[in-house]
């Protein structure tokens, strides 16, 4: 494998001193670039794109060559997992993910099986080889999942919910089978990323978007519990190299201190939580991702400016930052902005 010529995203990840703060930003390829638009109507749908490594790699490619970011990741989605238990996944057109087939009762549980990654999934784990060779060591892969619980959400809702109503409702009256389900995912979820580490992925993130809609005492229970097995399980060193693990549990910030006793090397914040104090509660334990608001963007470019400079202050001197935004770019955010974010950062970073 090709040297790497950037590495501050992985040495940042490690507290380890950069020359600049790095940035990535979460959804970065996606429906704002006028190429991945294209690209998409031409490969028909979204799983399409995933599906073919060549596209796959492809958008993955489309903001690092507008942006000078300093690491890539891996496009495909959280969903690839349930879609290859047998759940039927397919994106209706403006209302996002929805399955044929959800998880209704404890029977339903029983008969999911663990995916094969280098089987199944194997669409995934060629996009990741795909795109490590046309990376040629210009910045570190990214590989992620959906944690556990974020899963099972879309798993037994059937879809996007507001309420959580029917997930939650199997938590109460039937916690045997959620359980299962996670337990079941959580081994998933292992093996799908330790295949991407071994297929090429250099550093990987468990998205829990969902984690924050439970109470501390169903946090712990039903989503950490299953995130801190996984971290138990993963392979944390290949190509003589540490392979770090972000958790980002959206709306997570009660819980950081002990999202930090998993064991991870990095926490993903909103930007709901204050950065200096995220730092001062778990800055020695863990590496910090983020955290300005995704509407920021929709600001002139001294806005952009202020409240980037406004993070990377609150974060303060020393090693462990990766800028980010604190949940996924949106769609009607014009891409120019994002250049006066990515070189402010790698500018202002220099000094702090
Ligand atoms: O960050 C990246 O650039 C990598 C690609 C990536 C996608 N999804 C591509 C995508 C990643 C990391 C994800 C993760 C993901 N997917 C999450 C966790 C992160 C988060 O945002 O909280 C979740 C909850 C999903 C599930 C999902 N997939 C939803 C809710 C949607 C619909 C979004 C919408 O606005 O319609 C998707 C589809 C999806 N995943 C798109 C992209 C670029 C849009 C597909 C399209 O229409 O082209």
Known sequence: ????????????????????????????????????????????????LCENADLACEVTMQPLERYDLDAAILFSDILTIPDAMGLGLYFAEGEGPKFERPLKTLADVQKIAIPD???????????????????????????????????????????????????????????????????????????????????????????????????????????????????????????GRKVPVTLFTKGGGRWLEKMAATGCDALGLDWTQDISQARQRVGDAVALQGNMDPSVLYAEPEVIKSEAKKVLDGFGEGPGHIFNLGHGIHQHIDPDKVNVLVDSVHEYGKTS
């Open 1 to 48: 494998m090709s040297e790497l010529k950037n590495d501050r995203f992985l040495r940042a990840l490690m507290k380890q001193p950069v020359d600049t703060t790095p940035i990535w930003i979460m959804r970065q390829a996606g429906r704002y670039l006028p190429e991945y638009r294209e690209v998409r109507a031409k490969a028909g749908g979204f799983m399409d």
């Open 117 to 239: 990654p280098e089987d199944e999934l194997r669409y995934v784990m060629n996009a990741v080889r795909t795109i490590r060779k046309e990376l040629n060591g210009k910045v570190p892969l990214i590989g992620f999942s959906g944690s556990p619980w974020t899963l099972a959400t879309y798993m037994v809702e059937g879809g996007t919910t507001k309420d959580f109503g029917k997930v939650k409702g199997m938590m109460f009256s039937n916690p045997q089978a959620m359980h299962l389900l996670l337990d079941k995912l959580a081994q998933s979820v292992t093996s799908y990323l330790n295949a991407q580490i071994a297929a090429g992925a250099q550093a990987v993130m468990v998205f829990d978007t969902w984690g924050g809609v439970l109470s501390d005492e169903k946090y712990e229970e039903f989503s950490l519990r299953y995130m801190q097995q996984i971290v138990s399980g993963l392979t944390r060193e290949a190509d």
